[in-house]
């Protein structure tokens, strides 16, 4: 059995380069295999990073909430469920948003 991710760095394509992908498979069954989103543009946040124990300069961040979730099948789906949330911050101009590369970093909520 091969295990994956479909959405890790260097799948998700933005703009142009979606719109020159999907062109090419015209046609093509593969074409099938991409979900098209609308980009949500978040507000941009004067925010610091803290890796390694130091803290980086001031930048722009964006963050994201999503949720966790388990999908486990072999024949038949064995789990499928949301176990948490999620929060991530990055720099406003990644595209990509992964923390186990270094891209973002995961946060927590602060409510006011």
């Known amino acids: 059995?091969?295990?994956?991710?479909?959405?890790?760095?260097?799948?998700?394509?933005?703009?142009?380069?979606?719109?020159?992908k999907l062109l090419s498979l015209a046609g093509d069954p593969a074409r099938a295999q991409f979900i098209l989103m609308k980009k949500i543009?978040?507000?941009v946040l004067k925010n610091k990073f803290v890796r390694r124990g130091v803290m980086s300069e001031?930048?722009?961040?964006?963050s994201e909430f999503g949720f966790y979730s388990v999908y486990c099948t072999a024949d038949d789906v064995i789990q499928?469920?949301?176990?948490?949330?999620?929060?991530?911050?990055?720099?406003?101009?990644?595209?990509?948003?992964g923390v186990a590369v270094?891209?973002?970093?995961?946060?927590?909520?602060?409510?006011v």
Not at 1 to 13: A, E, F, S, T
Not at 102 to 111: E, K, Q, V
């Open 41 to 43: 543009t978040p507000p």
């Open 102 to 111: 270094g891209i973002s970093a995961i946060d927590s909520p602060f409510f």
């Open 80 to 97: 499928n469920q949301v176990v948490g949330p999620l929060i991530r911050t990055k720099g406003a101009t990644e595209n990509e948003g």
């Open 1 to 20: 059995k091969q295990w994956y991710q479909r959405r890790v760095r260097g799948h998700n394509l933005w703009d142009e380069e979606m719109k020159e």
């Open 58 to 62: 001031e930048l722009d961040t964006v």
